[in-house]
């Protein structure tokens, strides 16, 4: 229990002490963001550093890792689809399609070409560390078209192009990540199979479809709830942090790809649409304020 308690003092220490001098950092400090800083303290107080903080003390590491990192992009994925403006995506299908099915797998093809040939590694070995080089991480992203900073230096098209394409790129990552690493461990008819039926049809096509009927329901569901009175609108922040929660864990129960699901049901589920509100059931209606303080948008809706 002592563990606990110290990795939330550590860990929550960090965030809060980020989020107090985070625009600070991206004006004035120009060797360090603040994903750079998280990790410099992660060495400084983990075992190699002051041991103040042993994941091997919650479990396997690498599952503790691979857990906190599911938790972490997936807030920073619904982060970016609440920041951007309404039916961003969906306008701007084009150019998205183009960055998805053009230039993500050409940067992939060129980093494993690049990786084989100045390595000597194997080729599927190379084109591996393609896959991972290749996408933009939303976390990373985020700490750069954020912020005072940003906002004076960085053209507002191109500061939503970047989020965008770093939250919706996910899916294209993990099928071309887990195509050389299926055909490295099986002949190559068996992994193109399961690439086909098991990583892009159940893990990746299924959670499109899950995000977006999910986030569809739990949109009208929210309208209604703020239409009959049900629910104040601040408290809309915490439905969908909550429902980011619940729905990466019911979608990874059936062996779908959570990242994928997420930034489709934040962004479905968080509509800006303006609704009437009622005094009760049978009184008269008035315009509702909307989302005034925690207004969301809806960027694939």
Not at 6 to 16: E, F, R, S, Y
Not at 76 to 99: D, I, Q, S, W
Not at 246 to 272: E, Q, T, Y
Request: some cysteine; aromatic content about 10%; overall charge positive.
């Amino acid at each position: 229990m002592s563990d606990i308690n110290v990795a939330l003092a550590l860990i929550g220490g960090l965030i809060l002490s980020l989020g107090v001098v985070s625009d600070y950092i991206k004006q004035y400090v120009s060797f360090g963001t603040e994903p750079l800083i998280a990790v410099a303290y992660g060495i400084v107080i983990g075992p190699a550093g002051l041991g103040l903080l042993h994941v091997a003390s919650f479990g396997e590491p690498m599952v503790v890792l691979e857990q906190a990192s599911r938790l972490t992009l997936g807030l920073a994925v619904l982060g970016v689809a609440v920041r951007l403006p309404n039916r961003y995506v969906f306008e701007r299908r084009k150019a998205m399609a183009t960055v998805l099915l053009v230039i993500m797998p050409g940067t992939w093809l060129i980093s494993g070409l690049i990786v084989n040939w100045f390595f000597g590694v194997p080729w599927w070995i190379g084109m591996v560390v393609g896959a991972v080089l290749t996408p933009t991480d939303p976390v990373i992203a985020g700490t750069i078209v954020t912020g005072t900073a940003a906002e004076e230096h960085i053209p507002s098209r191109l500061r939503q192009y970047i989020s965008a394409e770093s939250a919706i790129n996910d899916g294209v990552a993990y099928l071309l990540l887990f195509l050389p690493l299926l055909l490295l461990d099986r002949p190559t008819v068996p992994a193109l199979r399961e690439w086909f039926l098991v990583v892009l049809l159940k893990e990746v096509v299924l959670a499109v479809v899950a995000g977006f009927v999910i986030g569809y329901l739990v949109g009208r569901l929210q309208r209604w709830a703020r239409t009959h009175d049900y629910v104040v609108e601040p408290s809309l922040l915490t439905v969908t942090i909550a429902l980011t929660f619940a729905v990466l864990g019911f979608i990874k129960l059936f062996g779908a790809d959570g990242i994928w699901r997420r930034s489709l049901r934040a962004a479905r589920s968080n509509s800006p649409r303006r609704t009437r509100r009622t005094t009760g059931r049978s009184g008269p209606k008035r315009p509702s304020n909307g989302c005034s303080r925690y207004r969301f948008s809806s960027s694939w809706a």
